[in-house]
């Protein structure tokens, strides 16, 4: 029986849900909190410019192998097929594809867009620290072009909380699907 579990898709796909679950948690209300209480500015901003891109890579990723190694699940009346024609049956799209789309579509955002224009800004407002003679997180008064920056950067790094919550959110909604398949 164990031997035949290796070939199943079952396990890689609690596997990748609980991974997924697990960062996201994580890195939001573990990691992220104790960089920015501990470590000084610079080495904060460094910290997320090279940990987010795996992070948010990792959130694209796991929702297409979740898609991929959807078991099938036998019901009452028929058997709901496996991997992606599982997740596109019917019965599937309100509980199975639309947490996962969400969940992928949240994370691409933050990796291709929303990530990438987070970093340039903050680039940005380095360069302008140095124009200035003045950190971007100094007390006001700041030049305008500062001001601009910062106002950018707050838009940008809410947008990528709240989708990052999006996710989040649907990965919960997702695990009480694989929950209700349990019992």
Known sequence: MAGSLIYSAAPYHIISYGILLGTTTFQSFVAGIVAFRTLPRPQFAQLQQATFPIYFSMQTALPVILALTLPAERTAISMIPSSISGVLDPINRFRVLAPLFTMFVTAA????????????????????????????????PHSKEMQALNQQFSRLHGASSLVNLISLIATMWYGFYLADRIS
């Open 109 to 140: 955002a933050n990796l291709a867009y929303i990530g990438p224009a987070t970093t340039k800004c903050m680039k940005d407002r380095k360069h302008q620290e140095t124009r200035d003679g003045k950190k971007s997180y100094d007390p006001p």
